[in-house]
């Protein structure tokens, strides 16, 4: 992403992805050259099926561009930006989901750990005692009789009980 901003040349990128119904987001609407022209909030018609995925890159000057008052970057500055040709999209060169909900965020969970199975599968913990695909914080202690798994997040300086079943 550095790469890109740093070729384009321009004030701002935003990391963008592809999604199926683009109708549930706002969608940003780019040139074949991936600057943007403009953002559309939840469009009626298919005008782009790119969105805004939250991840961004901006010179230091755009801070001038912020008020010391409440304000939106996305509905704000940003259509600013798109107006005087400063802001570039990249398209994101991976998975996105949204996870503003917790339920989402599970989902999103599990999709990470399945990435990790494809492309960094000793990122994940292996053991008879763990089932599936889980992560393990270095920190982290499991008693060999704690069964868990699948899907499942240890984090750090966490401790797993004897009998324990996650």
């Given amino acids: 992403m550095v790469a890109f901003h740093k070729a384009h040349g321009k004030e701002g990128t935003i990391m963008v992805t592809q999604v199926e119904d683009p109708s549930k987001y706002g969608v940003v609407v780019a040139d074949e050259n991936n600057k943007i022209e403009r953002f559309v909030e939840k ?11 939250g991840l961004y890159l901006f010179n230091t000057t755009m801070i001038d561009r912020i008020e010391a008052k409440p304000t939106s970057i996305e509905r704000i500055i940003f259509p ?20 503003g909900q917790p339920h989402d ?3 999103g ?13 000793a990122d994940l913990a292996s ?26 997040v240890v984090g750090e300086n966490c401790s797993i009980g004897p009998g324990v079943k996650i």
Avoid: C, F
């Avoid at 399945?114 to 599968?121: C, I």
């Fill in 43 to 53: 469009p009626k018609e298919y005008i782009s099926n790119k969105i805004n995925a």
């Fill in 80 to 99: 600013q930006m798109a107006a005087e040709n400063q802001i570039y999209q990249m398209v994101l060169p991976g998975y996105w989901m949204d996870i």
């Fill in 105 to 107: 965020y599970l989902t």
């Fill in 109 to 121: 969970q599990t999709l990470h750990l399945s990435q990790l199975r494809k492309d960094a599968p």
């Fill in 127 to 152: 053991g008879d005692h763990i089932k599936g695909n889980v992560m393990v914080a270095a920190s982290a202690t499991i008693d060999p009789t704690a069964v868990v798994g699948p899907n499942v």
